[in-house]
């Protein structure tokens, strides 16, 4: 029933459309009025003004009589609308049909109401149209595989304004565009672009004429100079074109000429030949191999003077440089007395002494220039002593670091010959006061037997040479060493001379004076230990020995060494007391250099740190300092005698040096009134240094006297002794004084 109401009020309004439009025809039509869509069936209202007669309009669903509009030229009777709007003007144009059946535009309600139009084969519901397809409804959707796109079915595999998906439009840079297979591709670009990279998705993107090469494609190469390739070391390689293919990668693998190098033996410049890159500078190459160059290798100057000529040279197959220079003469030293000019300086034998040592090489002087002989030529001639170890002849013998052999091994033991005793304390060279150059080498010039003012000699008992003294002590260096005592220079167990005791001493009824620059020098005052009282008895020396030696000093020397070891009797009980024994070692040099020797000449000192004075003579009161230089004898009290200083000692080391020489002696026995014979527990009869080292500084080339003295001061009694050995040169300069 609703249904043909609908149609029924739709005619009616249609018939009114009519009317309008025959008014129109005839040229009576008011103002245009605006035809609608027939819209479905709705509660009616009412008429509305009559409009002018328009364009017949679809027919609209049922609704209310609208008031007439006024004829148009295209306008429909236009009708206010209830709920379901307003009435439109049925539709008189073509699209109705000719018999007056249901007209398809007219509005749906099913899918079989779109029959007839089979590319609108569906019926929207909310519009009541055909359409092709519908968006999200399933049953509404496109045929062969398309996509339905804003109500209308596109195939996406090739349509550029939906490529690949709805409302996915291809727009590439500076190209025309397709879609095929649901991408966008590139059909053409435009003037004055190319695509080299063959990507779509950039268009076009280089400048016409920009394309190099088919990204990813390789092809063979080769950069180096025209006809060099497979030619030495050299060899093509690949290159490939890069992804934009606007460019072609490096070439890959390939190797090109470079300078050769002699350090290889490789064609490397490719220009078939091995190693010819001196004329480049190339890396070790110093000739073309085979090459022959003249050469002279002597000193500029020399060549073509005297017997000196160039030779020939080959360079090497590596071009690392020349072979030996064939045939060349160089310069030597001039052969002494031959008439030729040897050293092809333009004088025939003519000796120069380079080195200014006051040698020449006819004097003997095996090495006057630096060079593989020596690195310090001044040093090095027959007036030098042998260093060992050096790899040098220094004293110019024929010999390298060959030392003499001791001297001392035959010598007696009471011998009174004073040049003994200089080889028991090794001191085995000789030489005279004023040899000619050729002889004028290192050595003793003399010795003497003396007392220490040098007037007269000692007694025979003062003095010795043994090969041991006690039971344990023994030669520093050879077979023996020279002794001096204020008494008997023997052990327990020595002859020639014997024992004799230490203790209350032997007076030898010999006195002298003490040596006169070195008393001038403490201001004619025996100098003494810190803290210890004057000396007594004046300036008297008590039985008195001194061995005074006269030495040519080595040309290479600065100074010199020599050990020492002092025993005493008067330990313990008269150290620091007024009638010490004194022990001097006096050097006599030139010498002006630092560190300086003493002013009174005496080596024979200890200076405890910090340097500087005070001074220890070495003697019986270095114990009283405790400086650490008196070791062998017991620890204990000290200067327990009348007169001495009292103290103590704990440096003592030991007394094991001491046995069999006679200072120890246990709880030795009283000589003299107020003499206690030793200290409470500290009951041996002496004690002594131990081995110490004596050094002094001296000019090279020089004569130097070295006097060794022994006295006992202020009295005759308690007697001590000095060891002697081991003197030893030194190239270097020393510290000097004595130190353990």
């Known amino acids: 029933m609703a249904f043909l109401v609908w149609r029924v009020n739709g005619l009616v309004v249609g018939v009114t459309a009519l009317i309008a439009a025959a008014a129109a025809v005839q040229g009576c039509g ?21 409009g002018s007669a328009g364009s017949a309009g679809k027919a609209g669903a049922a609704g209310s009589a609208g008031t007439a509009g006024k004829a148009g030229a295209a306008g429909a009777a236009g009708a206010t609308g209830g709920a379901g709007g307003a009435a439109g003007a049925i539709d008189a144009g073509p699209d109705a049909p000719a018999d007056g059946g249901p007209d398809v535009d007219a509005g749906c309600t099913k899918d079989t109401d779109c029959t007839a139009t089979p590319d609108t084969p569906y019926c929207q519901i909310s519009t009541g149209k055909c359409v092709p397809c519908e968006e999200g409804v399933a049953q509404h959707s496109c045929a062969n595989g398309k996509a339905c796109c804003a109500g209308e079915c596109i195939d996406t595999v090739t349509d550029v304004a939906n490529c690949g998906a709805c409302g996915q439009a291809c727009v590439l840079a500076n190209a025309q565009v397709g879609c095929a297979a649901s991408q966008c591709v590139v059909t053409s670009c435009n003037a004055g672009f190319a695509d080299c990279d063959l990507v779509a998705a950039n268009g076009c993107e280089a400048a016409e004429g920009g394309c190099v090469c088919v990204p990813g494609a390789t092809e063979a190469c080769y950069t180096g100079p025209a006809g060099t390739e497979n030619v030495g070391e050299c060899k093509g390689g690949t290159r490939t074109c890069d992804a934009s293919g606007a460019a072609w990668s490096a070439c890959a693998g390939e190797v090109v000429p470079v ?5 290889d033996s490789l064609d490397n410049d490719c220009n078939g030949v091995v190693n010819d890159g001196v004329a480049a500078n190339a890396p070790g190459c110093v000739c073309v191999p085979n090459a022959v160059a003249a050469c002279y290798e002597g000193p500029p100057g020399t060549e073509n003077v005297g017997p000196c000529k160039g030779g020939m040279q080959t360079c090497v197959a590596s071009g690392l440089g020349y072979g030996l220079c064939e045939g060349e003469v160089l310069p030597v030293l001039d052969v002494c007395a031959n008439n030729v000019d040897d050293d092809c300086n333009g004088a025939v034998d003519d000796s120069l002494d380079e080195d200014g040592d006051g040698w020449k090489r006819c004097d003997g002087d095996c090495c006057d220039r630096v060079g593989p002989v020596c690195s310090d030529p001044k040093l090095v001639n027959p007036g030098a002593f042998e260093v060992a170890g050096n790899s040098v002849d220094d004293d110019c013998d024929g010999t390298v670091d060959t030392v003499a052999g001791a001297c001392d091994s035959a010598l007696s033991s009471n011998s009174s010959a004073a040049m003994d005793y200089a080889k ?11 040899p000619p150059l050729a002889q004028k080498k290192w050595g003793v010039i003399s010795a003497w037997l003396q007392r220490p003012d040098g007037t007269g000699a000692p007694v025979a008992e003062s003095r010795a040479i043994r090969g041991g003294f006690g039971n344990v002590i023994v030669p520093k260096k050879g077979a023996r060493i020279a002794v001096l005592s204020t008494g008997n220079a023997a052990d327990l167990n020595d002859g020639s001379p014997a024992y004799a005791a230490f203790q209350g001493g032997q007076n030898k009824a010999v006195t002298s004076g003490v040596p006169s620059d070195w008393l001038a020098a403490n201001g004619n005052n025996f100098p003494n230990a810190p803290g210890c009282p004057e000396p007594q008895g004046g300036t008297t020396a008590y039985d008195p020995v001194m061995l005074k030696v006269r030495v040519r000093v080595p040309t290479n020397a600065q100074s010199f060494s020599v ?3 002092f025993f005493s009797s008067e330990y313990p009980e008269w150290v620091c007391s007024p009638y010490n024994d004194f022990f001097v070692a006096l050097l006599t040099s030139g010498w002006a250099g630092s560190p300086a020797n003493p002013t009174d000449k005496n080596l024979a000192f200890y200076d405890p740190p910090p340097a500087g004075a005070p001074y220890y003579p070495v003697g019986v ?3 009283f300092g405790n400086t650490g230089l008196f070791r062998q004898c017991l ?8 007169g001495s200083v009292a103290g103590s000692t704990n440096v003592c080391q030991s007394t094991a040096e001491l046995a069999g020489t006679g200072f120890d002696i246990l709880n030795p026995v009283s000589q003299f009134a107020g003499d206690p014979g030793y200290c409470g527990t500290n009951n041996m009869l002496g004690g ?11 000019v090279p080339g020089e004569v130097i006297e070295v006097r060794f003295a022994i006295w006992d001061t202020g009295d005759p009694w308690y007697d001590s002794v000095v060891l002697l050995d081991n003197f030893v040169w030194s190239v270097n300069a020393s510290q000097p004084g004595t130190g353990g």
């Open 635 to 642: 620890n204990g009290t000290t200067g327990c005698g009348g």
């Open 688 to 698: 002594g240094t131990g081995w110490l080292t004596t050094t002094g500084n001296v």
């Open 424 to 434: 028991a304390i090794d001191l085995c060279q000789t030489t005279t006061e004023s």
């Open 259 to 263: 300078a050769d190098s002699c350090l």
């Open 621 to 623: 009161n270095l114990a």
């Open 30 to 50: 008011g103002d245009d009025g605006t035809s609608s869509d027939f819209n479905p069936p709705g509660k009616g209202g009412s008429a509305g003004a009559a």
């Open 563 to 565: 050990n020492t070891y």
